[in-house]
């Protein structure tokens, strides 16, 4: 753990403890369930969003890939003709397609990954409205899938599921990371692009899984988050979900010019975001102020990365 992280886990701390004083029902078992509940829901999306920004990229599509393969997911299970799992594979399929083109696109064509990202953002949700007639998803009344159920909305010692995938979730991206080869050409690429090219990096592969990662996870959070909510208005569904995960990755460390980050970082990001959500519910802060407290938050982060790159340069040149 750096100084980054470790500054980042004594904010939580504090945070957690101001909010804890001032409302015992912080700490109540129900609200420390259902907060370890959304910490999974939106921490596995934010581990993807985390691998497009550290190599030098942005995903503003985040929230339209949740609605467009929700809807997706919950027709093919409700109808019946599939089973769930590979329903399941479908979804996850979609996903790393989605972020097969995303990259082809930034990398082949060399358009903007904001353009990209932000066409991606109009046209899925804009798809999820037209596939369900901008009618509102669901599975019929008295439907039960037990299995499917248990699997993504189950508890285990209380613990919920969600949580339990998004810790699997960061093992394993924690390797890919900082222990892999592909983490490594991750952080240069993202460093310096042009740099990473003639040291002999493909960068285009690079930047393609970096996409494909991060819609490959977004999708795996689609199936958790419809099982979470059961219903899918696709014209709202996921609303502004890329500023949680642009928020947690920032917020974790990753710098959002790329080549700075960790997955420990992106974690304890994901938890203070989802504290800070917890805060101005429990405080009775009106709901309306929760884009203010996310916009807020999202500004402080990015002057404190700005702030640690230039005393990390100024301590450079003195050293030189």
């Not at 581990?47 to 997911?73: H, K, M, P, R, W």
């Not at 329903?87 to 353009?115: N, Y």
């Not at 996310?294 to 640690?308: E, K, P, R, T, Y």
Request: proline share 2%; aromatic share 10%.
């Amino acid at each position: 753990m750096n100084r980054k992280d470790l500054g980042l886990l004594i904010l939580i701390l504090v945070v957690g403890t101001v909010v804890a004083i001032i409302n015992p029902r912080f700490l109540s078992p129900v609200n420390l369930s259902n907060t370890a509940n959304l910490i999974g829901l939106f921490g596995i999306f934010a581990l993807g969003q985390a691998f497009v920004i550290i190599s030098g990229g942005i995903e503003l599509s985040v929230g339209s890939i949740i609605a467009l393969l929700g809807v997706i997911f919950v027709d093919l299970v409700s109808l019946g003709t599939v089973n769930w799992s590979v329903a399941f594979a479908v979804v996850l399929a979609l996903g790393c397609l989605i972020g097969l083109v995303h990259g082809l696109l930034i990398t082949k064509a060399r358009l903007q990954p904001f353009v990209v990202t932000l066409c991606g953002l109009l046209i899925y949700r804009g798809v999820a409205r037209y596939y369900t007639d901008d009618a509102t998803a669901g599975f019929p009344f008295g439907a039960s899938f037990p299995t499917l159920e248990w699997l993504v909305a189950g508890r285990f010692y209380g613990i919920p599921h969600s949580l339990i995938a998004f810790l699997i979730i960061t093992v394993i991206m924690a390797v890919v990371l900082h222990r892999s080869v592909f983490g490594r050409y991750l952080f240069a690429v993202g460093k310096n692009e042009e740099a990473a090219r003639y040291s002999g990096i493909h960068t285009t592969r690079i930047i393609t899984a970096a996409y494909v990662i991060c819609c490959g996870l977004t999708a795996v959070a689609a199936v958790f988050i419809a099982m979470y909510t059961r219903s899918i208005s696709p014209s709202s569904h996921g609303n502004f979900y890329e500023l949680y995960a642009i928020a947690a990755a920032v917020l974790g460390g990753c710098s959002l010019r790329g080549g700075e980050g960790s997955i420990i970082g992106v974690v304890l990001g994901t938890v203070l975001l989802q504290v800070l959500q917890n805060l101005v519910n429990l405080l009775g802060i009106p709901s309306s102020l929760n884009f203010a407290v996310m916009g807020s938050v999202i500004l402080l982060g990015v002057l404190a990365d700005q702030q640690f790159h230039r005393t990390r340069k100024s301590v450079a040149r003195a050293a030189a």
